[in-house]
């Protein structure tokens, strides 16, 4: 089946400092790529969806200036938090999808979990 | 090496029936479990979570079941409505659900027919 991986998978960092994910589609090319926000017992907070060779579309509430993302190629996807701050300390799980955003099937990531003191 | 496991891809059933999804699960680790909602071009919606010391939790339509002993669990929606049309996932936790990462199941696409 088709593989997701997210690097890293876990990151403690210190206030104020700016934190790369990376997301990679493994055996597929992703058209689209989806990045999301979870809380424990909550559900997947969708942040923004990522197409290849364009700028994301953010959803209402998220910042884009916070939260730069980046979709370079078919296979990579990357979230950066910059300036982060201890109320960003969540996990991030970013999904892919290659039959196009209505195609329904959509392969998630393993998640990020990002922890800042 | 699929840890949740749904093995029906998709489903379809008529208006007002019953749905019923399952989900089956290989860790024992797992004491928490959520099911997620999908409509096409949207991300995932949380719907009804369940934890391992109950064995049945309701909210609406929705009912999830759950059998520690044969690791499965399974979502009921009744009755179907056409705008439950969707992708639900089926995700596992351990730790209670105070870990925040989930394993995802791929999904079973459902449709309701009017």
């Known amino acids: 089946g088709a593989v997701v991986s997210q690097h890293p998978s876990r990151v403690i960092c210190k206030s104020g400092t700016s934190v790369k994910i990376e997301c990679r589609s493994l055996?597929?090319?992703?058209?689209?790529m989806f990045w999301y926000r979870q809380f424990p017992k909550k559900s997947l907070m969708l942040m923004a969806t990522?197409?290849?060779?364009?700028?994301?579309?953010?959803e209402q509430g998220v910042e884009k200036d916070k939260f730069l993302i980046n979709h370079a190629s078919l296979t990579l996807s990357t979230l950066t938090v910059t300036s982060a701050h201890p109320e960003d300390s969540s996990f991030y799980i970013c999904?892919?999808?290659?039959?196009?955003?209505?195609?329904?099937?959509?392969?998630f990531g393993p998640g990020t979990r990002l922890t800042v003191l | 090496d699929q840890q949740v496991k749904q093995n029906s891809p998709s489903l379809s059933v008529q208006e007002g029936r019953i749905s019923i999804l399952n989900c089956d699960y290989t860790?024992?680790?797992?004491?928490?479990f959520l099911w997620y909602k999908k409509y096409p071009a949207e991300g995932p919606t949380f719907l009804i979570s369940?934890?391992?010391?109950?064995d049945k939790n309701e909210d609406g339509r929705f009912t999830v079941f759950l059998n520690k002993s044969a690791k499965h669990l399974s979502l009921h929606i009744v009755p179907s409505q056409p705008g439950d049309s969707a992708v639900y996932f089926c995700a596992a936790s351990p730790d209670g659900g105070s870990n925040y990462k989930l394993t995802f199941g791929k999904g079973t696409l459902l449709t309701v027919n009017p």
């Open positions: 990522s197409n290849e060779g364009s700028k994301a579309t953010y």
């Open positions: 999904s892919a999808a290659s039959g196009g955003v209505d195609s329904g099937e959509q392969f």
């Open positions: 369940i934890s391992s010391i109950k």
């Open positions: 860790n024992s680790m797992f004491d928490y």
């Open positions: 055996d597929f090319q992703a058209t689209t």
